[in-house]
């Protein structure tokens, strides 16, 4: 039987996901097969994902992503800052201004400012194989400027978990890249049993990166927030950058600060409504 279910659009640098209030129900609301249809292009509203806010018998707010391809994604830089801009939208008050949600990557603080920018606390960034996880190293070991043989070419990466797997690489001219071909042979190496995301960065100055992103389950989209945060983690593990960092995506700007007191990375960035309206659900 078809339905109708309302859902609003959030945009955040470019990087677009379809919001869904599932506080009322105990499952999903769609299926990964449905999230498929809703966010292909020309036979959906078109996405990167599909956002779900939840809230569990006690209160506590929580998300899930399940990216364009219908797999699922632990943790959504870009999306949790919509779904901070989708729960002031529904009326949901913020405690000393801030939502907590529970994701797959643990407890994340989001806080919406006075200018209408949305500062997430990502939480502390995981560097062990094991927890990437990945197999290019031993499990206990940290993946720091370790060579990776990916199409024909010898890559020096720096493998950083956000709560979810990422591969950041760092280049000296990003156009001589071509980024959406080796992508995918970086997200499917072998080495990531959970493929990986994979952000490809230019170091312009010790505060400013340019980064390209080929994400796993969504392809090349115009910004990642877990992506830009891990690429910070990195270039200050590899000293190319300090602690405070201006990433410049194909969709606009992040700014990510790695705490030094708490080991925490703090995001801020933009994230905007653009529509909403009711989808048919078949
Ligand atoms: O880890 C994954 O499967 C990613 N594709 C999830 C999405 C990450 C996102 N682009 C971000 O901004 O962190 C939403």
């Not at 194989?129 to 197999?135: E, H, V």
């Not at 080495?191 to 392809?219: C, Q, S, Y």
């Not at 910070?232 to 201006?246: E, S």
């Amino acid at each position: 039987m078809s339905r109708l279910l309302p859902f609003s659009k959030y945009q955040g640098l470019g990087n677009d996901f379809i919001l869904l209030d599932n506080r009322h129900q105990p499952s999903l609301l769609l299926s990964p097969e449905q999230v498929k249809f809703w966010c292909d292009r020309h036979f959906g509203i078109g996405a990167d994902g599909v956002i779900f806010l939840l809230q569990d018998p006690d209160g506590q707010w929580g998300m899930r992503l399940i990216n364009s391809d219908g797999s699922e994604g632990e943790m959504c830089g870009n999306g949790i800052r919509c779904l901070a801009k989708f729960m002031q939208s529904l009326g949901i008050p913020a405690e000393q201004n801030q939502y907590a949600v529970q994701t797959g990557a643990g407890l994340m603080l989001v806080n919406v400012t006075a200018d209408g920018l949305v500062t997430v606390d990502m939480g502390e960034p995981a560097l062990l194989a094991r927890q990437i996880p990945t197999t290019l190293v031993p499990a206990d070991a940290k993946a720091i400027a370790v060579p990776l043989f990916v199409a024909d070419q010898t890559w020096s990466v720096t493998l950083v978990s956000m709560g979810n797997p990422h591969c950041v690489t760092f280049v000296k001219d990003l156009d001589q890249v071509d980024y959406t071909a080796v992508g995918p042979l970086f997200e499917h190496h072998p080495v990531f049993p959970n493929r990986t995301n994979t952000e490809f960065i230019a170091v312009l100055d010790r505060h400013t990166l340019k980064m390209r992103v080929w994400e796993r389950g969504a392809g090349a989209t115009l910004a990642c927030g877990t992506g830009a945060c891990a690429s910070v983690v990195a270039g200050v593990l590899n000293n190319l950058c300090d602690r405070q960092c201006r990433v410049q995506l194909l969709g606009g700007d992040l700014h990510i600060h790695w705490l030094e007191a708490t080991n925490h990375v703090l995001m801020t960035g933009s994230a905007d409504l653009v529509f909403q309206g009711t989808m048919l659900v078949r």
